[in-house]
């Protein structure tokens, strides 16, 4: 067995990679991962080895091993004093579980107990579901026979009457055709009146004054409900029509493809040192990866700015270091610039990210920040704060936009101060968006 079967059997340990996936996103080392290949390290599991019997040390063999010596290993000779090799001068093997993005988010909800269900925008494929939906014509093997059923029968019960009744009444005497219909239709018998005329020309002559009036004949004869009849009876001559025929079909499902972009923004003055901008990476980066498995497609913008901005590719995001001053509103008119221009808000879910020690301009948050954010529409408008050394006074970026936003449910603030605040900073930025 060697190191990559073990490896192999290891990745089949999911509940062991969810442990240590909130501890390698605040301490892991995520240069080793690219965007859409996810490098989650893990311990190396101990082979199994042989050893010998408690109850019998002895066997074929040379020497004299002590309890639990591993077979196969050579053992201690005279002479031999260990001391080749320098203390800590060997390499150690290290393993790394490859992760998509798609299952880092998967694991990340079940940990942090998400349920963000992306939008879909783009009708990409459309798949036929379950026969619920009806059309007017089509193959005979289609046709839905309850359905017309039910509709003959409805007609039936609502076009049925007792003829016998109706025969009666032509019996008043002095009544012809037209007041035995008028009757009929007064009481909601819908007898047609071609009906009454040929059953009243075939009533004998003596059978036409049987009644005095209609009141007394009323009093005497009861007509056979449908209910009654249908009980004695049965269903005899359901009235089918054309129109009652419906046929079915599937229903058709639009598969949507679930675009997303995601606006990195980060501060790259002056005062943003070494230990900022590894926050800075250890939230972003997971954030990436997890929308990146949440969205069929997912693009990146990465934004620096100082006291302007401009954009960069991935791998110079997280290593640019200005000397400049800090203007964080250049950022998000750069990025509003960059939104209308490529990835417009009809057909691209889109999230903004920023990023800095919250210092910036006087001013600049109230009066340009905010008004550029509310201009943007987006899924989810996030800032981090990164002060892992203690909040400077001029530090007020992210509680001006935490205070102007505190009513608003797509906008996120979270403080990173050190790794250990990673997960919840992303669980705070992840949530806002899930509810």
Known sequence: MGLRDDLERYSEVGEDRREDLAEFIQYGDLGQSL?????????????????????????????????????????????????????????????????????????????????????????????????????????????????????????????????????????????????????ARANNLTVSKRWVEENYDDLPEDERSKWESIEEMESNVQPTSTAQKIREHGVKNIPFRREDERYRYPEIIEEREKNVVVVNIRDVSGSMREKKRELVERTFTPLDWYLTGKYDTAEFVYIAHDAEAWRVERDDFFGIRSGGGTKISSAYELAGQILEEEYPWADWNRYV???????????????????????????????????????????????????????????????????????????????????
Not at 404 to 413: I, K, M, Q, R, S
């Open 35 to 183: 965007p859409d290949e996810i490098h989650i390290p893990i311990k190396i599991v101990d082979l199994p080895e042989f050893q010998y019997d408690r109850r019998d040390k002895g066997g074929v063999g040379q020497g004299e091993p002590d309890v639990g010596d591993p077979v196969g290993q050579p053992q201690p000779q005279p002479g031999d004093d260990g001391d080749e090799g320098e203390p800590g001068d060997e390499s150690d093997e290290h393993g790394y579980y490859e992760m998509d993005p798609e299952e880092f988010a998967e694991e990340l909800d079940d940990e942090l107990g998400l349920n963000l269900q992306p939008k879909g925008k783009e009708v990409i494929e459309e798949i036929e579901g379950d026969f619920t939906d009806m059309t007017k014509t089509g193959p005979d093997s289609t046709l839905d026979f309850e359905r017309m059923f039910k509709e003959g029968l409805k007609r039936k019960l609502a076009m049925d009457f007792d003829p016998d009744y109706i025969r009666e009444a032509m019996g008043v005497e002095g009544w012809g055709p037209d007041e035995v219909f008028r009757w």
């Open 353 to 435: 990210f920023a990023a800095g020690d919250s210092e910036n301009s006087r001013n600049d948050t109230e009066e340009n920040v905010i008004p550029r954010m509310e201009e943007i529409p987006a899924n989810l408008h996030a800032y981090v704060e990164t002060q892992p050394e203690g909040k400077a006074i001029n530090a007020t970026h992210a509680e001006e936009v935490e205070r102007h936003f505190a009513e608003t449910d797509n906008v996120a603030v979270s403080y990173v101060n050190g790794p250990e605040d990673v997960t919840s900073a992303i669980y705070e930025i992840l949530s806002t968006e899930a509810s």
